[in-house]
């Protein structure tokens, strides 16, 4: 069984720095896609970043963007969140998702994992 584990959130100052981390296990299953949304309180699940198997296509949000940083380890099955220059306004559950193949029949089928969400607090 697939799963997403998550770590590296916490508490921290505004204009601080936090990495989050999310490593998949499993049965060695392919894994495309992977990224990280987050959902402030009272607001939708938004994406943060996201990632290419490749790495060659990296998307962030606007709000994020020179700011975060995403990155993969494919030999670790794990995507990687630097997160710099933490305002009020990150302060969220943030939570990682991949496409994970799932072999039925020979051939593999992507779908979409979702870990169960770190918390991450800026606050002075």
């Known amino acids: 069984q697939v799963q997403l584990v998550e770590s590296g959130g916490g508490l921290v100052q505004p204009g601080g720095s936090l990495t989050l981390s999310c490593t998949a296990s499993?049965?060695?299953?392919?894994?495309?896609?992977m990224g990280w949304y987050r959902q402030g309180p009272g607001n939708k699940r938004s994406m943060v970043a996201e990632?290419?198997?490749?790495?060659?296509?990296?998307e962030y949000a606007d709000s994020v963007e020179g700011r975060f940083t995403i990155s993969r380890d494919n030999a670790k099955d794990t995507v990687y969140l630097q997160m710099d220059r933490l305002n009020p306004e990150d302060t969220a559950v943030y939570y990682c998702?991949?496409?994970?193949?799932?072999?039925?029949?020979?051939?593999?089928?992507?779908?979409?994992?979702w870990g169960q969400g770190t918390q991450v607090t800026v606050s002075s």
């Open positions: 998702v991949a496409d994970i193949g799932v072999c039925t029949s020979g051939s593999y089928t992507f779908y979409e994992y």
């Open positions: 499993g049965n060695g299953d392919p894994i495309d896609a």
């Open positions: 990632v290419t198997r490749s790495t060659r296509n990296i």
